[in-house]
């Protein structure tokens, strides 16, 4: 490969909550290992990879300058979006009006729901549910509403369209939260799926906010298909969150971007997350996005894709074989297992806590489930290089199952 994914990097004391955060957030955080094991971070969800080189040459160019003042995005920045969406996802008619800068997707969402709700509204999403959506809903004064994602005979996670259909009326629903990629099972949407979960909404007007911060990050033979793609409607009630944070692992820097077609909606939203006067772009963050949507980025992200597609080839099939009890739809975007315990904790007389105790004390830093809306479930991150993921899953073959 051209770019380095096998290098195992000392991320101590370089500001990093996946190692140095280990034990300092009862509940939220692993525990720290016991003494004689190193840490490998398979939580929260970064990745344990050198980013690609244009990155950290765009800002190094712009910190060489030493001034750092008021500033407004360059044409550049939003050709680089446009080409992006265009190249990646196939995306056409995209305008710098209709691109908006957010601090965070988390933020983006809560300005489209303030836009869209009233305080006290019931809010759909799909569980197991990514634990941002469920802790913001819950802060600002909304509800969720959760629809169960089903396993089929495939073992593949599907929505309910029944389920939400009668949870919509029954709830009288305005908005709903999509997250595609599905964070934390994995799920690709399909073309057909997106259709019919769109119709859906338009049949009881409801406004949709498409978080597809993982869209980039599909394993290979699968394609992510953008919301907002699938019908002149679901591009006019779709408000669609994007960022490079999750692609190229910028999280530290914050910077991400709505995509709005709708006039209406766009406006509304873009007023509502000026009212704080805190959501403005800063500088470097917006040439890292430039230095990561360059060429050097597209060939970087289809090798990362490669080895998240052996590295999670590897994982399921190592789970299967040898872990009885545990059960694991393997993923067809994101780095994420979603792996329910429930029948290993049973047979074994162990609860979920036991188990994620004993995979702590080793170094294997995998994360509560609870949170997410899995009871007796455990999310593992596989951002690492591979040798990495070997020996997490040899020291949890010798000293946990």
């Known amino acids: 490969m051209k770019y380095d994914f096998t290098s195992i990097m000392d991320r101590r004391g370089k500001d990093s909550i996946a190692v140095d955060g280990l034990g300092q957030n009862p509940g939220f955080a692993p525990e ?10 398979m939580w929260v969800a970064d990745m344990n990879f050198p980013t690609v080189p244009t990155i950290p ?9 030493p001034a750092y003042g008021y500033f ?39 300005s ?41 005979e495939e073992n593949i996670w599907r929505m309910d369209f029944a389920d939400m259909e009668e949870k919509i009326i029954k709830n009288r629903i305005h908005a709903a939260i999509l997250c595609s990629p599905h964070n934390p099972c994995g799920r690709v949407w399909e073309r057909r799926e997106l259709e019919r979960f769109m119709e859906l909404c338009r049949k009881y007007d409801v406004y949709v906010i498409s978080d597809e911060i993982w869209s980039d990050l599909t394993l290979e033979g699968y394609e992510h298909i953008p919301t907002q793609m699938v019908s ?6 779709t408000a669609a969150f994007y960022s490079p944070s999750k692609t190229f692992n ?7 971007y709505h995509i709005i077609y709708n006039t209406w909606l766009r406006d509304r939203i873009e007023k509502e997350s000026s009212l704080s006067h805190y959501n403005e772009m800063n500088v470097m963050s917006m040439h890292a996005l430039i230095g990561a949507y360059k060429p ?29 009890g545990i059960q694991v739809s393997r993923p067809q975007g994101t780095y994420m297992l979603f792996l329910d315990c429930s029948g290993w904790c049973s047979g074994h007389g162990k609860t979920i806590q036991d188990l994620l105790k004993s995979g702590w004390d080793v170094g294997v830093a995998w994360q509560d489930g609870a949170m997410f809306g899995g009871p007796c479930h455990i999310r593992m991150n596989l951002a690492l290089p591979f040798s990495l993921v070997q020996e997490a899953f040899a020291r949890l073959d010798q000293y946990v199952f």
């Not at 040459?57 to 300058?65: S, T, V």
């Open 296 to 324: 050097e980025g597209y060939e970087w992200v289809d090798e990362l894709r490669q080895m998240l597609t052996r590295n999670v080839e590897y994982a399921c099939e190592h789970i299967r074989n040898h872990y009885e």
């Open 72 to 110: 407004s995005p360059t044409e550049e920045y939003f050709d680089s979006i446009i080409r992006w969406q265009e190249k990646r996802n196939g995306v056409s008619g995209l305008k710098a009006e209709h691109i908006g800068y957010e601090n965070g997707v988390l933020g983006g969402v809560l």
């Open 232 to 237: 002149e409607d679901a591009r006019q009630r």
């Open 112 to 152: 489209a729901l303030n836009v869209l709700c009233s305080k006290g509204d019931q809010v759909l999403v799909h569980s197991p549910t990514y634990v941002g959506f469920s802790m913001s809903l819950e802060n600002n004064g909304y509800h969720a509403v959760h629809s169960p994602l089903r396993l089929d």
């Open 32 to 41: 720290a290992p016991k003494d004689g094991f190193s840490i490998i971070p």
């Open 57 to 65: 040459e765009a800002l190094a160019k712009r910190a060489a300058h």
């Open 250 to 256: 910028l999280a530290g820097l914050v910077g991400s």
